[in-house]
T-cell receptor
């Protein structure tokens, strides 16, 4: 089954404790991205990757890091989480062809205390 | 730059009545447009997409949307609402000349009353 898998689904942690949210897709997609969803703001892009070893900032990259060492994986790293990063996070992937839609994971709800 | 406006943050309809969710976009080039639905505690599911073929696009679950370039609109409609349609709906624009960034609207929450 074609899917985007995120882990963990839920995480409560404390300020400053490094964490990583993993994302994996099994569709051989070139393009992957991370979004955060906050009430009234829709989804805002954090980082995206056009292919292996190619990453770029989205609209809200501050406080986040990513890497793309393999085509299927695109982890999101919070080196020193802060309470304003409490949010619902989505990973997405898409084929590199024009006009292809994104496929989303089920989301990761992070609470930073 | 691209932007998306969803004119209603919340729409409430009775079961069996029509649904209209409004979306206006701003794009510097010929955009691709999408509607996604998000049910509670779920990820986003693609409803339909417009990619410069037919201006009236049919999607899943009886939804359709019409692209109107002169009005820069891409409104989502359904003739008869079902209880299972209650969810959050997002209009999305992707401008190929602006990289591959998908820009989301703020969302419209649809409530369906029995």
């Amino acid at each position: 089954e074609a899917q985007v898998t995120q882990n963990p689904r839920y995480l409560i942690t404390v300020t400053g404790k490094k964490l990583t949210v993993t994302c994996s897709q099994n569709m051989n997609h070139e393009y992957m991205s991370w979004y955060r969803q906050d009430p009234g703001l829709g989804l805002r892009q954090i980082y995206y990757s056009m292919n292996v070893e190619v990453t770029d900032k989205g609209d809200v990259p501050e406080g986040y890091k990513v890497s793309r060492k393999e085509k299927r994986n695109f982890p999101l790293i919070l080196e020193s989480p802060s309470p304003n990063q409490t949010s619902l996070y989505f990973c997405a992937s898409r084929d590199g062809q024009r006009n292809q839609p994104q496929h989303f994971g089920d989301g990761t709800r992070l609470s930073i205390l | 730059a691209q932007s998306v406006t969803q004119l209603d943050s919340h729409v409430s309809v009775s079961e069996g009545t029509p649904v209209l969710l409004r979306c206006n976009y701003s794009s510097s080039y010929s955009p691709s447009l999408f509607w996604y639905v998000q049910h509670p505690n779920k990820g986003l599911q693609l409803l339909l997409k417009y990619t410069s073929a037919a201006t009236l696009v049919k999607g899943i679950n009886g939804f359709e949307a019409e692209f109107k370039k002169s009005e820069t609109s891409f409104h989502l409609t359904k003739p008869s609402a079902h209880m299972s349609d209650a969810a959050e709906y997002f209009c999305v624009v992707m401008d190929w000349s602006y990289g591959q960034n998908f820009v989301f609207g703020p969302g419209t929450r649809l409530s369906v009353l029995p």
